[in-house]
């Protein structure tokens, strides 16, 4: 069953890895990382400050180290393993997502989870459109949480040897880097760690030591790109207060639920209770049940305009699915066939409906599509765009550009325009230099 969910995940995503930086969140977070990462390979690490200081990024007015730097990193060398390309950026995603669902049923059989109960809670995550469509997507969260999943398996494993207790600590580090939904999972753990007996006297120091040596390195990156850390205050504020009302991002996410887990959403509750309750599940269900409800309830403003914003609550549906239909099984009695044909009745019946996300991504292509057929210039030293154009648009036209996104008034488009229409609904008009 573990390989007919590889198969069905890798077969409808690789058509999607050569697919143009469009209008979507997509081709937005593509081509940004990817900007950052083509700074890596012609700036230098140094001088692009780990990708953050690309010279393509101006829709943010200067670096861009909102988030942890691993993935400018993983993207460069993504680009550099497999083509310096769309596909290149992309593959390395969809490969670390292929590894999460093994590592995802590694960690509940490592809890005592049957097989087929196993296979269930990985599938019942695995056949939504949250995965489905955003497993292939380059972005920070997609990038971490095969990582924390990782992480996870290695803080629970009982009898730690030395080896084990350094990939503890490795994993730990590299996950801060990875995310901010990592550097939380990190920090949920290390005190759950030093509160509980849970993942045992041995685990302490290694995930003591890997999480401090992941934020000092993070801490010490983003003092080097903006100098100190009032950013870091500003991202916290923007995600707490400023783009919407707890409401009205509840609201949204809600929405954006029920639009990525389908009929699987009815799931979520339950699967939330049993991965708190159980004592068994409770060292891997814990830190993930609260990382998803601090990113939704806390951090609620991204969750607002991102329907992606909740894909970590793909780890806690699965332990709690899992865990359910093992509970069923064991003290009702309940054949795991049955949880088994009503989760698959839920997830294909799910699956039969168009997903809204999928078809946002590929509606995007159009624009993106305009963009890369486009023979810029090589006079021309920046890429124009009229102020109607909406911002979440310049990072894919800097990257087919290669040139500097600089704003022009419609006046001076209609005047000097070369008259390239990208789209119908966005327009990036491309100008003569002067």
Same mark, same amino acid.
């Not at 490969?95 to 093994?102: A, F, N």
């Not at 995007?364 to 109607?388: C, F, K, M, N």
């Given at each position: 069953m573990l390989g007919c969910l590889v198969v069905v995940f890798v077969t409808q995503a690789v058509p999607r890895l050569s697919a143009p930086f469009g209008a979507?969140?997509?081709?937005?977070?593509?081509?940004?990382?990817?900007?950052?990462?083509?700074?890596?390979?012609?700036?230098?690490?140094?001088?692009?400050?780990?990708?953050?200081?690309?010279?393509?990024? $101006?829709?943010?007015? #200067?670096?861009?180290?909102?988030?942890?730097? &691993?993935?400018? /990193?993983?993207?460069? =060398?993504?680009? +550099? @393993?497999?083509? $310096?390309?769309?596909? #290149?950026?992309?593959?390395?995603?969809?490969? &670390?997502?292929? /590894?999460?669902?093994? =590592?995802?049923? +590694? @960690?509940l059989r490592q809890h005592g989870i049957p097989p087929v109960a196993a296979s269930i809670g990985v599938g019942v995550s695995a056949l939504t459109p949250m995965f489905l469509v955003y497993g292939v997507v380059l972005d920070t969260g997609m990038l971490a949480l095969p990582m924390g999943i990782a992480f996870l398996l290695a803080c629970t494993r009982p009898n730690p040897s030395p080896a084990l207790r350094i990939v503890t600590a490795v994993t730990a580090a590299v996950l801060c880097l990875a995310s901010w939904h990592g550097a939380l999972l990190v920090a949920l753990v290390l005190v759950l760690s030093l509160a509980t007996d849970w993942y045992g006297d041995g685990k302490r120091m290694p995930i003591a030591v890997g999480a401090a040596c992941g934020?000092?390195?993070?801490?010490?990156?983003?003092?080097?790109?903006?100098?100190?850390?009032?950013?870091?205050?500003?991202?916290?504020?923007?995600?707490?207060?400023?783009?919407?009302?707890?409401?009205?991002?509840?609201?949204?996410?809600?929405?954006?639920?029920?639009?990525?887990?389908?009929?699987?959403?009815?799931?979520?509750?339950?699967?939330?209770?049993?991965?708190?309750?159980r004592p068994s599940l409770r060292p891997i269900g814990i830190p993930a049940v609260a990382v998803a409800l601090i990113f939704g309830v806390v951090l609620y403003s991204g969750g607002a305009i991102h329907d992606y914003w909740n894909y970590w609550v793909l780890l806690p549906l699965a332990v709690g699915v899992a865990g359910a239909v093992q509970l069923l099984d064991r003290r009702h009695g309940v054949p795991q066939a049955i949880p088994l044909a009503v989760c698959l009745l839920i997830v294909v019946g799910g699956l039969t409906i168009n997903s809204r996300a999928e078809?946002?991504?590929?509606?995007?292509?159009?624009?993106?599509?305009?963009?890369?057929?486009?023979?810029?210039?090589?006079?021309?030293?920046?890429?124009?765009?009229?102020?109607?154009?909406?911002?979440?648009?310049?990072?894919?036209?800097g990257y087919y550009a290669e040139r500097p996104v600089v704003h022009v008034s419609a006046t001076q488009a209609e005047n000097d325009r070369i008259g390239v229409v990208v789209d119908a609904r966005i327009k990036p008009w491309i100008v003569r230099s002067y």
């Open positions: 979507s969140h997509d081709g937005f977070n593509a081509a940004v990382w990817s900007v950052g990462a083509r700074a890596i390979e012609s700036e230098g690490i140094a001088e692009s400050k780990l990708g953050a200081e690309a010279p393509h990024q $101006d829709h943010y007015e #200067g670096p861009y180290a909102n988030h942890p730097p &691993l993935i400018y /990193v993983v993207t460069w =060398l993504g680009r +550099g @393993l497999f083509g $310096d390309n769309e596909r #290149g950026s992309r593959l390395t995603v969809l490969i &670390l997502s292929v /590894v999460g669902l093994l =590592l995802l049923y +590694g @960690l934020f000092v390195i993070l801490g010490a990156w983003m003092l080097w790109v903006h100098g100190g850390f009032a950013p870091l205050l500003d991202i916290f504020s923007e995600q707490t207060s400023e783009r919407a009302t707890l409401l009205g991002a509840g609201k949204a996410q809600a929405k954006y639920l029920v639009q990525t887990l389908l009929f699987t959403v009815i799931l979520l509750p339950l699967a939330f209770l049993v991965a708190v309750a078809n946002n991504i590929k509606r995007g292509w159009t624009s993106g599509q305009g963009l890369r057929d486009i023979q810029w210039p090589e006079s021309q030293e920046h890429a124009y765009v009229i102020a109607a154009t909406p911002e979440d648009y310049y990072p894919q036209v």
